[in-house]
């Protein structure tokens, strides 16, 4: 698409806001109760572009992307109407009489840029929300994912008028002409190194951004942990979507104690989910494209696997693989992995686990596996992390009543549910003083009981 027709669009949405439609709230109901019909219409043709750009299947595809926007969607709908209201806030004694109040306001024309490893939640989950708050939007879908940037498309299309909501497919180029433009709020998920490049071009405009970006998630195993379980759910998390997650634990640190036992849970949870053959399981996924899966291959050091390994180029596919005795000087610690290989470094004090992980990147999220109470409090009070779960991975993503962010070089903002609503919203502050009382303290010329009077209503 060109820099013109780009332009075009963000023209006609602009003007399109500025009629004053997209604040009545029932324009935005009728909206979202379109596109929820679309989804649940087009649930085949979903199923068969996720199946087609990462081989998902279609469990996966309803549990982890059009079922949580469908859910998203159910949350909007029940609560929009109270999301919507004005907010009123206490009223100091200096401005009786008066009332104060927040209201919620849309900034605009917002820009979605979603990414390829899960593109329809990543897509629409924060369309929801920018419509639920009154803005018009424009997607972009990545160019790695091209059938479901196609379904996207097609239920856009079906859903709503090009000056509501729009989609521009494209590549690097058409991301390019996108943040050149001046949007009134920048929706950005993907890598740090592109959400550096949204925040300088929002920087340019002013914009407001939220970035939702990545990082190495760590894993700590205490002794304490329940390990059949801890097993059974990081093999899930883990190797879920082939380790193409944003909050997929990226390494375990475990307890030297452990971790022998730990290991051996590992390998029977994958043999038990996965198979004895896991690239012959249909419902296990592949690699996006060529480019990661020959990146994350060369993270593979052949001589520290202790499960997994196996490869199969032609259909782009990298076996659950488990690496031990890994150190934070191994090339697979010196990048997000972001494919289905688990390494397992140890430690013998909780200490130094919370002091390397502060040490790096803040992470998008932090698992503990623990039953110690005091361990998890600490690990949870002391580390820097976006968000993460106790004795669990990865489903502190799925709840709509749960803000979804990063912080530091893992983003910044959040969104899900009322906090969506929020990141999309401007909450104009506002005081509505009243006529029949007019306070003189404030006015020249200033005496000793003006003096007295502003002392006793500011201390």
């Keep these: ?109 917002s820009l979605i840029m979603s990414p390829w490893n899960y593109p329809f939640l990543l897509t629409f989950d924060p369309l929801v929300d920018a419509i639920a708050a009154g ?113 997929a634990p990226d390494y375990v640190c475990c307890h030297s104690e452990v971790k022998d036992e730990f290991l051996e849970q590992i390998r029977k949870q994958i043999r038990k989910q996965f198979g004895k053959a896991p690239l012959d399981n249909k419902n296990y996924g592949k690699i996006i494209n060529q480019k990661h899966f020959d990146r994350i291959q060369g993270l593979i050091d052949s001589s520290k696997v202790i499960c997994g390994g196996n490869v199969r180029p032609k259909t782009l596919q990298i076996e659950p693989t488990v690496m031990d005795k890994v150190t934070f000087e191994d090339a697979v610690m010196q990048e997000e992995i972001f494919g289905p290989v688990l390494p397992v470094l140890t430690f013998t004090s909780i200490d130094e686990v919370i002091h390397k992980v502060n040490s790096l990147a803040h992470p998008l999220a932090l698992y503990i596996f623990a039953q110690d109470k005091a361990i998890i409090n600490k690990v949870t009070s002391e580390c820097g992390f976006g968000g993460g779960c106790i004795n669990d991975v990865v489903i502190h993503l799925a709840t709509s009543e749960l803000p979804f962010g990063g912080f530091g070089e893992s983003g ?3 969104y899900h549910g009322k906090k969506g609503f929020e990141t999309f919203s401007h909450y104009k502050s506002i005081v509505d003083k009243k006529t029949w009382m007019d306070l003189p303290i404030r006015y020249q010329p200033y005496g000793r009981i003006s003096r007295k009077l502003l002392h006793l209503f500011l201390k």
Excluded: W
């Design 1 to 109: 698409m060109t820099q013109e027709a780009i332009q075009d669009i963000i023209r006609r949405q602009r003007e399109f806001f500025y009629t004053g439609a997209t604040l009545n709230i029932d324009f935005r109901i009728e909206a979202l109760k379109k596109l929820q019909a679309s989804i649940q219409a087009h649930q085949e043709q979903i199923d068969a572009a996720l199946k087609a750009d990462l081989g998902k299947s279609s469990f996966e595809s309803y549990m982890c992307e059009s079922g949580l926007v469908l859910s998203e969607i159910t949350y909007m709908l029940k609560h929009i109407r109270s999301l919507s209201k004005e907010k009123t806030v206490h009223t100091p004694l200096a401005q009786f009489h008066s009332r104060s109040y927040m209201k919620p306001s849309p900034y605009g024309v």
């Design 135 to 247: 803005n018009t939007a424009v997607l972009k879908p990545s160019a790695y994912s091209p059938a479901t940037g196609n379904i996207i498309r097609e239920i856009v299309r079906e859903c709503f008028p090009e000056h509501h909501v729009a989609v521009v497919m494209g590549g690097r180029a058409e991301n390019a002409c996108l943040l050149q433009e001046h949007f009134d709020y920048i929706f950005f998920t993907g890598s740090q190194a592109v959400g550096i490049e949204v925040m300088r071009h929002a920087s340019e405009h002013l914009t407001p951004v939220t970035l939702e970006l990545g990082g190495k998630s760590p894993c700590i195993i205490d002794k304490s942990a329940n390990l059949k379980l801890a097993a059974k759910r990081i093999v899930f998390g883990k190797y879920l979507n082939c380790g193409q997650t944003c909050v």
């Design 412 to 414: 910044m903002g959040s």
